[in-house]
């Protein structure tokens, strides 16, 4: 069981249980609601072993073939509040597609994230993204995942780091003086913040400079774009033309560039991330073998550009939205000015690492952490057996009323003093996971995205497309904006 850090938790939990659920969602459409307000027949995950004194996890089926998809790509994570708030913190769902359990609330988080008695292993990933990242780093367990990770850190430390500030650097000042529309209301930030992270991807994982060897780099930036969306398919077979056999298809072409890229980088030095990684040796002198490493390279760049697309874009349209924010990083970003940039700069940016916290509160980019049970166990007093597939909920966390003041404000001051709204609960700011899988990359993507942010506030005031524009977003995959988030950018100069 998780320990509360404040009593104050105990007192807003049991406020919010006495609150008319439905009435918490105005925002949700006709359709959503009234799928809230449907009595599934009950399904139970399980009957606890006799004299356990645990709990059955109960839920429903939802609707025939589509189980609760719509709730889930509609809704996000106000669904999932929903879930909390009528049917507790522990929720079968018997899904036709992944059947599992939601594991909600901070203390669900912090049983699994902390995972004391190895209890949860990474498999829960597999029936996802199996395919087309076996043997990514998060979907390794124990003693091989603290193996590889030992190894892998040694890509991520600090001196590493200077130099890849050095390359992402030089391809955002590119990227976003030569290539981003300015003075259009119809520019959409989303994909072209996609392109750019691929681009930075590119250079500093692969070595790739910007704009050179262009055929290669579309067809290898296409292929991950193509992957990435697979683990979504609806129709999980691989048969062509579908979504499933194009991912498979696109892991194939991937395989085999980083096959010959690893053979032309052994023995050579270089300061792009596939170099360092055949390079790299633990303390005991352990390397990757070159198919390591073409796992690892699949796995890191779906990662890195994903979550920092989302990520920057959704700071871009909160500095929009809130002017007053926008004024106070750009004052800090013209103390530093237009020379390069390196970490010791980009910590002195505090107020980008303000937005950043609370822009990922919002809208986190991994919205769930899957996870399977390795034996039987119990999660909070309920009996889950092995081989369930349980789900926390990040996204939903930090979304909650009793640790979060106005949970879905933009309000960075939050994770000031005396405030420290994030320290209400061990696991109550969760966005980078925890425990043993806590985000590698963790630094890595905090440098990118502010490298990003603080060029961009350097040369354009970002606007909204129009007065009252709110952004809408897709929880199909990782949350991305319907609309491709229009963003106007006015030059300062």
């Given amino acids: 069981m998780a320990t509360i850090s404040t009593p104050e938790y105990l007192l807003d939990q049991a406020k919010r249980r006495l609150t008319p659920s439905i009435n918490n969602f105005p925002g949700m459409g006709a359709v959503e609601r009234r799928l809230l307000n449907t009595k599934f027949p009950e399904k139970k995950l399980a009957d606890p072993p006799p004299g356990s004194g645990l709990k059955p996890v109960l839920g429903d089926a939802g609707l025939p073939v589509l189980g609760h998809i719509i709730e889930m790509l509609r809704g996000g994570p106000?669904?999932?509040?929903?879930?909390?708030?009528?049917?507790?913190?522990?929720?079968?769902?018997?899904?036709p597609v992944l059947p599992g359990v939601a594991a909600l609330g901070p203390d669900a988080a912090q049983v699994i994230y902390s995972n004391r008695n190895k209890d949860?292993?990474?498999?829960?990933?597999?029936?996802?993204?199996?395919?087309?990242?076996?043997?990514?780093?998060?979907?390794?367990?124990?003693?091989?995942?603290?193996?590889?990770?030992?190894?892998?850190?040694?890509?991520?430390?600090?001196?590493?780091?200077?130099?890849?500030?050095?390359?992402?650097?030089?391809?955002?000042?590119?990227?976003?003086?030569?290539?981003?529309?300015?003075?259009?209301?119809?520019?959409?930030?989303?994909?072209?913040?996609?392109?750019?992270?691929?681009?930075?991807?590119?250079?500093?994982?692969?070595?790739?400079?910007?704009?050179?060897?262009?055929?290669?780099?579309?067809?290898v930036n296409k292929a991950f774009a193509i992957t990435t969306r697979a683990g979504n398919a609806i129709i999980r077979t691989s048969v062509p033309p579908f979504t499933?056999?194009?991912?498979?298809?696109?892991?194939?072409?991937?395989?085999?560039?980083?096959?010959?890229?690893?053979?032309?980088q052994r023995g050579k030095n270089g300061n792009d991330l596939l170099s360092v990684l055949c390079q790299t040796e633990d303390e005991d002198g352990n390397k990757f073998s070159d198919e390591d490493i073409v796992n690892h390279m699949i796995f890191l760049m779906m990662a890195a550009h994903d979550t920092s697309t989302s990520t920057a874009t959704t700071m871009a349209y909160n500095l929009a939205a809130h002017p007053e924010w926008q004024d106070r990083c750009r004052d800090e970003s013209d103390r530093l000015g237009d020379g390069p940039l390196d970490i010791d700069s980009l910590e002195k940016l505090e107020s980008l690492d303000l937005v950043m916290n609370e822009s990922i509160r919002l809208v986190t980019?991994?919205?769930?952490?899957?996870?399977?049970?390795?034996?039987?166990?119990?999660?909070?007093?309920?009996?889950?057996?092995?081989?369930?597939?349980?789900?926390a909920y990040p996204g939903m966390n930090h979304r909650l009323p009793e640790l979060w003041a106005d949970p879905l404000k933009f309000d960075p001051e939050r994770f000031t003093e005396p405030?420290?709204?994030?320290?209400?609960?061990?696991?109550?700011?969760?966005?980078?996971?925890?425990?043993?899988?806590?985000?590698?990359?963790?630094?890595?993507?905090?440098?990118?995205?502010?490298?990003?942010?603080?060029?961009?506030?350097?040369?354009?005031?970002?606007?909204?497309?129009?007065s009252g524009y709110k952004a809408k977003w897709d929880y199909g995959g990782m949350p991305v904006p319907m609309d491709g988030m229009p963003i106007m950018l006015r030059p300062l100069h």
């Fill in 244 to 264: 499933w056999w194009r991912g498979l298809k696109a892991r194939e072409l991937l395989e085999n560039y980083f096959r010959d890229r690893v053979k032309e």
């Fill in 365 to 391: 980019p991994v919205q769930w952490a899957m996870r399977q049970t390795v034996r039987d166990t119990e999660l909070l007093g309920y009996y889950i057996p092995k081989g369930t597939n349980v789900i």
């Fill in 78 to 95: 106000d669904y999932l509040m929903f879930l909390y708030n009528t049917k507790g913190p522990v929720v079968f769902g018997d899904s």
């Fill in 120 to 219: 949860y292993s990474q498999q829960g990933w597999v029936p996802v993204i199996g395919p087309f990242f076996h043997r990514g780093l998060m979907l390794l367990d124990f003693d091989e995942h603290m193996f590889h990770r030992r190894i892998m850190q040694e890509a991520f430390v600090r001196s590493r780091l200077v130099s890849y500030v050095e390359q992402m650097d030089h391809v955002v000042s590119q990227v976003i003086t030569n290539d981003w529309v300015v003075n259009d209301p119809r520019f959409l930030l989303y994909p072209a913040m996609k392109e750019l992270t691929l681009d930075i991807a590119s250079m500093v994982f692969m070595g790739h400079e910007p704009g050179t060897d262009k055929e290669l780099v579309t067809k």
């Fill in 419 to 466: 405030r420290n709204e994030h320290k209400r609960h061990r696991y109550a700011f969760t966005p980078f996971g925890g425990g043993a899988h806590k985000c590698i990359g963790m630094v890595f993507g905090q440098l990118e995205i502010k490298t990003i942010l603080h060029r961009l506030l350097r040369r354009y005031r970002l606007e909204l497309p129009r």
